[in-house]
């Protein structure tokens, strides 16, 4: 079960006393543009707690749009580009106790086009955000402010075209990589971090992606069952994890503890060059088939397809093909 104020009681998280829930931190939005002004109301602080949102659009091929309150407002970063930030002129102009509000940019808010927007906010235990200016130096200390120990780290360079740089816990190890434009599997030839991500800092080395001398990088760092949620603060409400696939429809079942709002999957083993794949709840994921998908390499509008089901504790696999279920390919999730 979701630890959702909805579910579990009122703000103050009931008889338990305060607690913080994922109504707090995370939301998936859908809408439809309107290109002219629009108040996007999701309930999440980012004037206050700072965050991340993610827009894509869902009938329209336009490109992955993901801004941040650290890099200020209109510098938008394409997951499906090795492009440095551009400047999205009337796209987020304000950053809101309740949510932003929009201006008419097409690739946010264009007439009648359907939208998804992910919106998670900076709390220990579930989401960070840093920011540096890279030097050169092998073993540069990056601290962050995640309250526990990062198990996937996404890094762009913001000043320059490369490639993003994805770390997940369940990589063969710390030189190991992902790229999130790409569908390339895990590789080692450009080894961004010198040692595993600490519950304080990460540790880069002097690679052109994470840490090159005079270039401008963020990182978005995700939690992994960190115990900081709930009416007592001791549940959580993101985990990070691999499976092996079996290629059959009766696929893995993968235990959360509760049931998921959004996951993110991607093949990282040697042969699994595929395409990631991005699911959240609200645009749906229903039982037997038609999940709603968007491809975080890709700017292609929405596709429906029978990958899996979403259970009371986690969810199953339920199509023996390649993207999320190939015999004997590893894929991690978050």
């Known amino acids: 079960m979701s630890i959702s ?77 090795t492009a440095a930030e551009q400047d999205d002129r009337d796209s987020i102009r304000t950053w809101q106790p309740d949510g932003y509000t929009l201006g008419g940019n097409n690739l946010y808010n264009g007439s009648r086009v359907d939208y998804a927007s992910w919106t998670f906010a900076k709390q220990e235990g579930f989401f960070d955000i840093v920011t540096w200016t890279g030097d050169n130096t092998v073993g540069r200390a990056v601290p962050h402010n995640l309250g526990s120990t990062p198990s996937m780290v996404i890094i762009k360079c913001v000043s320059h075209n490369v490639s993003w740089f994805v770390w997940h816990k369940d990589l063969l190890n710390y030189e190991y990589y992902l790229a999130l434009n790409t569908t390339a599997s895990q590789a080692n030839t450009n080894k961004g971090f010198t040692a595993l991500p600490t519950d304080s800092e990460l540790n880069l080395t002097a690679y052109t992606g994470v840490n090159q001398s005079g270039r401008e990088y963020v990182a978005y760092l995700f939690a992994d069952d960190a115990p900081m949620f709930g009416p007592n603060g001791d549940e959580s409400i993101i985990k990070c994890g691999s499976y092996t696939g079996n290629g059959s429809n009766d696929g893995p079942e993968i235990d959360l503890g509760w049931e998921p709002q959004w996951i993110l999957i991607k093949g990282s083993s040697s042969g699994a060059a595929y395409d990631w794949r991005l699911f959240d709840a609200m645009r749906g994921i229903p039982v037997g088939t038609g999940d709603k998908v968007l491809q975080p390499n890709k700017a292609a509008g929405e596709e429906t397809e029978n990958n899996l089901d979403l259970t009371a504790t986690g969810f199953r696999l339920t199509n023996g093909g390649l993207a999320t279920n190939k015999a004997n390919e590893t894929y991690i999730y978050m």
């Open 5 to 81: 104020r909805k579910i579990t009681g009122d703000a103050s998280g009931g008889s338990g006393g305060s607690g913080k829930y994922v109504d707090d931190v995370f939301s998936t939005y859908l809408y439809e543009g309107i290109n002219s002004d629009l108040d996007i109301v999701n309930g999440i602080d980012l004037s206050d707690k700072g965050g991340m949102v993610w827009t894509k659009s869902r009938t329209a091929s336009y490109r992955h749009a993901i801004q941040d309150t650290e890099r200020g407002n209109g510098s938008s970063l394409d997951s499906s580009s």
